[in-house]
T-cell receptor, first 115, second 107 residues
Framework: DSGVTQTPKHLITATGQRVTLRCSPR?????VYWYQQSLDQGLQFLIQYYNGEERAKGNILERFSAQQFPDLHSELNLSSLELGDSALYFC??????????????FGAGSRLTVL | DAKTTQPPSMDCAEGRAANLPCNHS???????VYWYRQIHSQGPQYIIH?????ETNEMASLIITEDRKSSTLILPHATLRDTAVYYC????????WGAGTKLIIKP
């Protein structure tokens, strides 16, 4: 158990639907990161939050949005789902939001299947 | 942000040292080199990181060249459980993750 909790573990839904993925960071960590990993691909950075504020943005689609709440948990909202959105979605957390000596701890991921 | 280059796959015999190379010729002076691994479809796991000096922990050793343009991750006594994809990334890692090296440990 890494200390980063992601729910749900598996999710199957239909095209056009909307889903919410949830992440609770490791205790004491202030920063949360979201990544997408399609089948047999590397990790694609989506977005980072630090202490409730957006810190960095990657190739996140306009149909996707995220936020970090005062208790530091984060949610990734995916809407108007397409077949190509089927992927593993990982959340990671770190103590600070700065690059440098800043180790990421990853959750087990949420596997989204869009039919 | 440093872009890293790694061989797509490597084999290693169980019990031998696995040496995984990484080229990061565009790394800036204050940018760390990190190594993570991903076993099957699990969440990536941190292994080690370094800036200039060689580093060692309970999992691995990291050798960084003096010009910092490349590094090598060493798993001293590889086991079957070390079969995974290994990622080498620069400090601004949240942006750039390559395809990594798929390391297969053979009995």
């Amino acid at each position: 158990d890494s200390g980063v909790t992601q729910t749900p573990k598996h999710l199957i839904t239909a095209t056009g639907q909307r889903v919410t993925l949830r992440c609770s960071p490791r205790s004491g960590d202030l920063s949360v990161y979201w990544y997408q990993q399609s089948l047999d691909q590397g990790l694609q950075f989506l977005i980072q939050y630090y202490n409730g504020e957006e810190r960095a943005k990657g190739n996140i689609l306009e149909r996707f949005s995220a936020q970090q709440f005062p208790d530091l948990h984060s949610e990734l909202n995916l809407s108007s789902l397409e077949l190509g959105d089927s992927a593993l979605y990982f959340c990671a957390s770190s103590l600070t939001g700065y690059s440098g000596a800043n180790v990421l701890t990853f959750g087990a991921g949420s596997r989204l299947t869009v039919l | 942000d440093a872009k890293t280059t790694q061989p797509p796959s490597m084999d290693c015999a169980e019990g031998r040292a696995a040496n995984l190379p990484c080229n990061h010729s565009t790394i800036s002076g204050n940018e760390y080199v990190y190594w993570y691994r991903q076993i099957h479809s699990q969440g990536p796991q941190y292994i080690i990181h370094g800036l200039k000096n060689n580093e060692t922990n309970e999992m691995a050793s990291l050798i960084i060249t003096e010009d910092r343009k490349s590094s090598t991750l060493i798993l001293p006594h590889a086991t079957l459980r070390d079969t995974a994809v290994y990622y080498c990334i620069g400090s601004n890692y949240q942006l750039i993750w390559g395809a990594g090296t798929k390391l297969i440990i053979k009995p």
